[in-house]
């Protein structure tokens, strides 16, 4: 007997409906491409045979067949027949599969990003502070960072923010960018990078803190109706900040002017600006981080420009290659990570780069500024360590 394909019409219609009539005697055939199909007899009886398997097989009404790898499939109806035939609930499975595994490599790398790049940016915000005035600085970095960033999405046919999304990035931009980032940067002119990492990595507790009072209250929780934070994540957060607070007094870091208490008030403004993000309709993806920097670095400029900062010289080459680095890395390619980490993880795992900050601040120290380290901060950094860990694993 000659086997013969669908028609092209017969192809469209099983494309979009699941059950295919045959006469007696009536041919089907599809040829499979390494992934899953699911045929079941409905009525009737068929034949089914496939390339490559030792046995054919009989389908009676009811019954159903699963193949999958390569080769063609071929059914004969024995007698006036409908089959059903799925080809795509097992390569949804697949596909949802792959999705997660893709949205678990972009968990780490952002992750990477943070406990890395955002680590580094204390060193470069030093350096730039050398030449540059701190608002200017901060208004410069991410007015530019932004207009890049929007400038490529709009390149690439995202839509333009509305009004709202707007008014929502503008109010996220000013709590993380001016309150959150600005006054670690004003602070920065009394104080070393690692205070600044060190303070800033109490920010943990303040978002758990608000989430908490927020849940209270009545306000959200998590996925399913979990808690935002759970004990053990609580757990983690204490012993991580037991460790920055150990890096902070035996690594003999200490600010050396009254302006630095700003910058604690820095963390606080990064959390409930975390805590704002997640529910305030912002504009999908990476636009609302183009948004917030553009908002929030204009914000910056004006407070620049109504304090009257001036520049006393030229700026110098290293001040600039920082900034260059502050722009691309510190501000897209790190609020673009932390962004995607607060949609797709609990607060807790977001903000835990505030733990590994510090470490990355001190190393750096090390390696590009001539420092030492203490056998307490090296303890410190065990402990940090495992507060990450704890909050890592922790569930409910």
């Known amino acids: 007997m ?11 219609r099983f494309r979009d409906a699941a059950r295919i009539e045959l006469g007696k005697g009536g041919l089907w055939t599809h040829r499979l491409r390494g992934g899953p199909l699911l045929l079941s007899c409905t009525s009737g009886s068929v034949w089914i045979t496939r390339e490559g398997a030792p046995d054919d097989v009989v389908l009676e009404a009811g019954a159903s067949y699963g193949g999958d790898g390569r080769g063609l499939l ?13 080809a795509g609930g097992a390569g949804k499975a697949l596909r949802a599969a792959l999705e997660r595994a893709r949205g678990s490599w972009l968990v780490l790398l952002s992750l990477a990003a ?45 839509p333009r ?22 006054l670690v940067v004003v602070s920065q002119q009394w ?16 978002l758990a803190l608000f989430t908490t009072v927020r849940a209270a209250r009545g306000g959200a929780t998590g996925p399913r109706g979990a808690p935002e934070v759970s004990r053990g994540e609580w757990a983690g957060l204490l012993v991580g900040f037991a460790g920055a607070a150990l890096l902070h007094l035996g690594g003999d870091l200490h600010a050396e002017h009254a302006g630095a ?18 529910t305030t309709p912002l504009p999908e993806g990476p636009m609302a981080v183009a948004a917030e920097m553009l908002s929030g670095g204009a914000v910056m400029l004006g407070i620049s420009a109504l304090s009257g900062e001036q520049l006393a010289a ?47 601040a001190i190393a750096l120290g090390i390696a590009l500024g ?13 402990i940090i360590g495992v507060g990450v860990l704890i909050v890592s694993r922790a569930r409910h």
């Open 370 to 382: 001539g420092e030492r380290a203490s056998s307490a901060t090296w303890a410190a950094a065990a």
């Open 2 to 12: 000659k086997l013969t394909s669908l028609v092209p019409e017969a192809e469209s």
């Open 191 to 206: 104080v070393s990078s690692g205070v600044a990492a060190v303070v800033v990595s109490t920010m943990p507790l303040w």
């Open 74 to 86: 071929v059914v004969e109806a024995l007698e006036p027949a409908q089959i059903a035939v799925d």
């Open 161 to 182: 923010p509305t009004l709202r999304q707007w008014g929502a990035a503008a109010k996220v931009g000013v709590l993380l960018l001016v309150g959150g980032n600005g």
């Open 314 to 360: 030229a700026p110098s080459s290293r001040s600039l290659l920082a900034l260059a680095y502050l722009v691309v890395f510190g501000s897209i390619v790190g609020l673009s990570a932390y962004t995607f980490l607060l949609r797709n993880t609990r607060p807790a795992i977001a903000t835990s780069y505030a733990y590994v900050n510090p470490i990355v």
């Open 114 to 158: 943070l406990y890395v790049v955002w680590g580094s940016t204390y060193l470069a915000v030093s350096v730039a502070l050398e030449t540059l005035p701190p608002f200017l600085l901060a208004g410069v970095r991410f007015v530019t960072a932004g207009a890049l960033l929007y400038g490529v999405l709009r390149l690439r046919g995202v």
């Open 261 to 278: 208490l700003l910058i604690v008030l820095a963390p606080v403004a990064w959390a409930l600006g975390s805590l704002y993000s997640r």
